[in-house]
């Protein structure tokens, strides 16, 4: 049965991670000034160059996990400490300001990786697939992947509208409202890490 629950939990703890509308005044950034169609062939470019990533170490993260001989307790702590240094980047508004660059593929560097696949988001991929049970709970997992996807690569295709809808305001508000979650979710990663390093779980 589909587990709507774990569906929420990653589909929300991705969305501020990945910060779809902290990603609008970005991609408008660094695709200024290039045709309507252009920039809606990016936008598909990094969302699919993001899921990619994302896709691969959902899938071979245990094995990866096995090869550098790191336990999923270590990796909780320290993808928490990631995921709170996301947080507080949201919270204090301390962003690098993008350049626009026209030689380079900019759904490629940075916007899929690592703007969008960080490695907040790999850590919380690797960790969900792990924590999934039955093929329940991996397909509520791979369908919050894919919606999240799905949703960054709306938010930037419609970026130009939806700037225009929630002002550059709107669009700060949100940041920080993603970035308190984040670091609840956090700090909650963090102590269940610690909490499975002291019971001895590997």
Not at 11 to 34: C, E, K, N, Q, Y
Not at 156 to 163: A, E, K, N, V, W
């Amino acid at each position: 049965m589909f587990d709507f629950a774990l569906f929420g939990s990653v589909f929300v703890t991705l969305f501020v991670i990945m910060d779809p509308p902290g990603t609008t005044p970005i991609f408008l950034a660094l695709t200024s000034g290039r045709p309507v169609k252009v920039q809606r062939r990016l936008a598909l470019q990094a969302a699919s160059v993001a899921f990619g990533v994302i896709v691969l170490f959902g899938i071979c993260g245990r094995q990866i996990l096995g090869y550098l001989h790191v336990s999923i307790p270590a990796l909780m702590v320290a993808g928490g400490l990631l995921l709170l240094l996301v947080a507080l980047d949201l919270l204090t508004g301390k962003t690098d300001e993008p350049k626009q660059t026209k030689e380079v593929n900019v759904a490629l560097v940075p916007l899929g990786m690592p703007l969008l696949a960080g490695p907040g988001a790999i850590v919380s991929v690797i960790l969900a697939v792990q924590r999934a049970e039955g093929w329940a709970g991996q397909l509520s997992v791979w369908s919050a992947i894919v919606a999240i996807h799905l949703v960054l690569w709306l938010v930037m295709r419609y970026s130009l509208l939806i700037i225009r809808v929630i002002k550059d305001g709107g669009v700060v508000l949100v940041t920080r409202l993603s970035g308190m979650l984040l670091s609840a979710i956090a700090v909650q990663q963090i102590a269940n890490g610690i909490t499975r390093f002291i019971n001895g779980e590997g």
